[in-house]
């Protein structure tokens, strides 16, 4: 799939869910910066794709994870899972 039409279906899926609405509070939470920081705009910029503005801010676990447990987790979402004595299902990273 391409960029464009990732961001396309994006776009389709928060509009069909009622995220575009301006008084609908939503936002992406991600496991680091680096995705919606780093990778997605230079993606965009590469392709001359807008990012858009529902992109631009997010919740990184990390942070929250710190703020709340007093420690960096090292190892990302394992390390959280582990401080938070969750058990983890699936893969890491996939959504699934």
């Not at 939470?29 to 230079?42: I, Q, R, S, Y």
């Not at 392709?47 to 992109?55: E, Q, S």
């Not at 997010?58 to 703020?67: D, G, P, R, V």
Request: charge should be positive; charged fraction near 20%.
């Amino acid at each position: 799939m391409s960029a464009y039409v990732f961001m396309v279906r994006v776009d389709e899926w928060m509009a069909k869910e009622g995220l575009l609405d301006p008084t609908v509070k939503s936002i992406f939470v991600t496991c680091g910066d680096w995705d919606l920081k780093v990778m997605l705009p230079g993606q965009c910029q590469y392709l001359g794709l807008p990012v858009a503005d529902y992109f631009k801010q997010w919740i990184n676990l990390k942070k929250a994870y710190s703020f709340a447990m007093g420690s960096w987790p090292k190892n990302g979402l394992l390390d959280m899972n582990k401080g938070l004595n969750l058990q983890h299902i699936g893969r890491p990273h996939s959504g699934i």
